[in-house]
């Protein structure tokens, strides 16, 4: 079983910024692909960020891409997401995810891929 926790989450201003991380442990494989989901309130989950066992290897969505970061440090089993230039409509639950199929290259982007949540960690953005 793999275990997901979150952090970093709040409340901010728009135009701030917040970075979230996610702590991977438990019986983590050899490697695996990480990516932030989030949910908006009312809302689906959307696909955010994904990035490869190897960091070589990222995708993040249109609606973020230019504000958002992701990275990982696998000596620290922990994948970061660096948001800047927030907006209020980035208010949601952010969720880490965890592919363990992955391998080292591949970076799904469907939420089906990805066999271990977190319980996620609220980001509020006010106007």
């Known amino acids: 079983q793999v275990r997901l926790v979150e952090s970093g989450g709040g409340l901010v201003q728009a135009g701030g910024s917040l970075r979230l991380s996610c702590v991977a442990s438990g019986r983590t494989p050899g490697s695996y692909a990480l990516a932030w989901f989030r949910q908006p309130p009312g809302k689906e989950r959307e696909f955010v960020s994904v990035?490869?066992?190897?960091?070589?290897?990222?995708f993040t969505a249109d609606s973020v891409k230019r504000r958002f970061t992701i990275a990982r440090d696998n000596g620290a089993n922990t994948a970061y997401l660096q948001m800047n230039s927030l907006k209020p409509e980035d208010t949601a639950v952010y969720y880490c995810?965890?592919?363990?199929?992955?391998?080292?290259?591949?970076?799904?982007?469907?939420?089906?891929?990805?066999?271990?949540w977190g319980q996620g960690t609220q980001v509020t953005v006010s106007s």
């Open positions: 995810a965890a592919d363990i199929d992955s391998g080292p290259f591949r970076v799904p982007r469907v939420r089906g891929d990805f066999e271990h």
């Open positions: 990035i490869s066992h190897t960091g070589q290897i990222t």
